[in-house]
């Protein structure tokens, strides 16, 4: 089965400086994708990134990149000039077409950005 | 315009009570899902439904039902609620199933059972 696993709790940055999530995924299929969805305390989910695993480029949106190393399964966020705005809930997620589109999403990672 | 929206926002109800959670995309979309967030934040997949047909059902108790009248609605009934189906529900939607079309959230229901 598929598994994804956000193995830092809590992070904190300084505003404007960069901070880096962590993402690792366990899964058998060679074709998926990969998001990073931020929960604020508004408790909207909100897509920032997606990654399609046959694309070997990262991703990136503004200030937010990943680093995708589909050899090690790993897939973390990068975000850069952090603002008091990117405090949130991270969540990485995985979906496949073997998984109906559903995603699996990690325990979440919860980011602090002091001023 | 609210793409996905669900009502009602909060819900507070007494054990043993039936309840429903309503959910509307305006956004053409063919996949409407139900998830579940955890008093630790943890999202897990309840259900789906590609065109008004059941695709996903995640060993979900019985006393869950969800019901989708039309591609653009999925609603969902929980009979006989209990403690621990305290939670917030979140209902999504995706252009198809096909794993490439990110989903779009509703805002949340928080359901509190006393």
């Known amino acids: 089965a598929q598994t994804v696993t956000q193995s830092q709790p809590e992070m904190s940055v300084q505003e404007a400086e960069t901070v880096t999530l962590s993402c690792t995924y366990d899964?058998?299929?060679?074709?998926?994708?990969l998001f990073w969805y931020k929960q604020p305390p508004s408790r909207q989910m909100i897509l920032v990134i997606r990654?399609?695993?046959?694309?070997?480029q990262n991703a990136t949106e503004n200030r937010f990149s990943v680093n995708f190393q589909k050899a090690a399964k790993s897939f973390s966020l990068k975000i850069s000039d952090s603002q008091l705005g990117d405090a949130a809930m991270y969540f990485c997620?995985?979906?496949?077409?073997?998984?109906?589109?559903?995603?699996?999403f990690g325990q979440g990672t919860e980011l602090s950005v002091k001023p | 315009d609210t793409a996905v929206s669900q009502t009602p926002k909060y819900l507070v109800t007494q054990m043993g009570n039936d309840k429903s959670i309503k959910c509307e995309q305006n956004?053409?979309?063919?996949?409407m899902y139900w998830y579940k967030q955890d008093s630790k934040k943890f999202l897990k997949i309840m259900f789906s439904?590609?065109?008004?047909?059941?695709?996903i059902n995640e060993t979900v108790p019985n006393r869950f039902s969800p019901k989708s009248p039309d591609k653009a609605h999925l609603n969902l009934h929980i009979n006989s609620l209990e403690l621990g189906d305290s939670a917030v529900y979140f209902c999504?939607?995706?252009?198809?199933?096909?794993?490439?079309?990110?989903?779009?959230f509703g805002n949340g229901t928080r359901l509190t059972v006393t």
């Open positions: 899964t058998s299929e060679s074709d998926y994708y």
């Open positions: 997620a995985y979906s496949s077409y073997n998984q109906g589109g559903k995603l699996i």
């Open positions: 990654q399609e695993a046959y694309k070997q």
């Open positions: 999504a939607s995706s252009q198809d199933n096909r794993g490439l079309s990110p989903l779009h």
């Open positions: 956004l053409g979309h063919d996949t």
């Open positions: 439904y590609n065109n008004k047909e059941l695709i």
